[in-house]
């Protein structure tokens, strides 16, 4: 008797299903694709968050230098006082009000404390003995700040070290080997800006002042972890003595 075919379909090799190995053949190669994709996008997510970190963090420096920069510039020199004094700690100076000259002088200091950069600034002097005062906080708020001088301070960002070196007699030198003492008296108000001279003040703004130096060149480590690393310096020339300094 003749055989008939119960299936509608022929059994040839155009029709035949994968096999189990071939399965598990596809799904390793499937996983091994899927694992590459994803350590490319996590590379490039790692990449994009280092340039972003690295950006923001380089935006912070640029206005920490820019700040310190304006601070130097509006230096104001003040006769029997000191117009900036270093101490290995921190960088004491008197400058020029923010607003207008008529609004007296301030003293701003510069500290590293606990890995952080700080600078504080005092409220407007307009007499030598207000000066003299703030003078004497700034040096407090760098060793031991208390809560009032806490809410003057400001937190610029984390740095490992500083250092700072003068320019003067045609060379660059520690600034703590360069500077010299002033003597500041604790009454009277010639020199500070908006304020009237005393009498018996000495005729010369310069009298018994200590110099301003040509330059001063800052040296910054920013702290390790960051995305900045490596020494960055900066110096600054005074406007009024000031030439090549290299």
Wanted: aromatic content about 8%; proline content about 7%.
């Amino acid at each position: 008797m003749p055989r008939f075919c119960t299936s509608p379909w022929p059994r040839t090799a155009a029709h035949r299903g994968f096999t189990l190995i071939e399965l598990l053949v596809a799904i390793a190669v499937m996983a091994l694709l899927a694992i590459m994709s994803w350590r490319g996008l996590d590379g490039m997510v790692r990449s994009q968050e280092q340039t972003r970190q690295r950006a923001d963090e380089l935006m912070v420096m640029q206005t920490v230098l820019a700040q310190w920069s304006a601070d130097l510039d509006a230096l104001q020199v003040i006769e029997h006082t000191e117009p900036i004094d270093w101490d290995g700690q921190a960088l004491r100076l008197t400058r020029q009000g923010p607003r207008q000259r008529d609004d007296g002088a301030v003293v701003v200091a510069w500290a590293l404390r606990g890995g952080q950069w700080l600078r504080w600034q005092s409220p407007a002097v307009r007499t030598r003995a207000e000066w003299a005062q703030a003078w004497q906080r700034a040096a407090q708020w760098a060793r031991t700040p208390g809560e009032a001088e806490r809410r003057s301070e400001t937190l610029l960002m984390p740095l490992q070290n500083w250092r700072l070196f003068y320019y003067r007699g045609g060379a660059w030198s520690n600034a703590l080997s360069s500077g010299t003492s002033g003597a500041a008296s604790a009454g009277g108000t010639a020199g500070l800006p908006g304020a009237q001279p005393t009498a018996g003040a000495p005729a010369n703004p310069s009298a018994n002042t200590v110099p301003v130096p040509d330059g001063i060149r800052l040296q910054i480590t920013p702290a390790p972890g960051g995305a900045l690393s490596g020494d960055l310096t900066m110096d600054w020339v005074n406007p009024i003595n000031g030439g090549n300094k290299s």
